[in-house]
């Protein structure tokens, strides 16, 4: 067995890329915990909307809708994201519903409610004001939404392996969060509105809450729970418990930075103006940062995946760079192929011989045979 093939053996390994995802599973503790989590958030969840459901129901259905839709091109970004050893459907949406329902409805409402009223009592009315949300919800909501990724470790523990997995994961997770409690900030809008305008008035918040969500609770989990990964490592050489413990509390200081904005501003009129663009940039920036950390080790799975294709030559160099690369390899492919829909299509084509070699736990199948036929086709075209 030659070196490319033992290293292409040890990726499928490690990477878990193509195990099945199963959420059933009756002998695990990891199911029933999260049936709980479920189960208390959807209970909660009905009890929180129900009295004023009829009321309230435009708001609702509007708010519905309105971030039903805004959904679309989040999961359109986060299935881009998802190409180095992409995690199945299954385990994504279970993250998604764990967000939205358990982490919003069963963990955050009730605990957020309880600290609030804590900080009342020990620093005043406005001391609680001030800063009350920002020490309360970046903790009780980041270990909350990150219980959900420990739970699909328990779950799935071959799949979820990276920080790149977790990074995912983490994104999923918070896009529940995120998307659910945006429907909350909409019904609680047309209560305290008293139900005037309630279309208006979601629509209002959809605006809001829209343009800030890019960097709100997805970019938050997805930064905190590559960090937890870290931490866990869960891969060879991938433990970086430092990185990790900086990356977590970086994403709670975003978090406290923008529930406590104003508090920070201190009533400055142009600090305000500034603060949510500096803050945004800043997260913005370590968001990549930790993105292009996180996937190394998913980068280095897909370049030992395809080595032996590249040893054959199927897989050509220049291209076997850019499939396993970062956005510069892929530009500097394109700019080599000189043909943009053509370099995209050996870049798909590449992937998915890589996905067939680990569905195939790198044995040869028909399958495998006809994404390797197809790329060698696109590559000669």
Known sequence: MTAARTAQLVAIDQSGWGQPF???????????????GVGGGGLALFRYFG????????ALTGGVLLFGLYLIPWLLLLRHHNRYTAQPGGLLATGFVWGGVAATFWIALPA???????????GGTQFAA???AGLTAPVNEEFGKALGLVLLIGLAPRLVRSAYDGFIIGAFIGLGFQVFEDVLYVYNGAAQSFGVDQLGSSLQIFLIRGAFGVVSHALFSAIFCAGLMWVLGRTPGDRKVVRGLVTMLAAMVFHFAWDDMAGIAGGRALLSIALPFLIAAVELWTLFYVLRHAARQERAWIRDLLGPEAEAGVVDPALLTAVSGLRRDRRAFRKLVRDRRKARHLLEAAGDLARELALA?????????????????LRHA
Do not use: C
């Open 130 to 132: 001030d800063w009350g």
């Open 361 to 377: 736990g790198g044995h040869e199948t028909r399958r495998v045979a006809y994404a390797r036929a197809e790329l060698l086709r």
């Open 51 to 58: 009295p004023g459901a009829d009321f309230y129901r435009p």
């Open 22 to 36: 199963r959420l059933f599973q009756p002998g695990n503790l990891a199911f029933w915990v999260y049936a709980v």
């Open 112 to 122: 957020n409610s309880a600290l609030l009223e804590i900080w009342a009592k020990v």
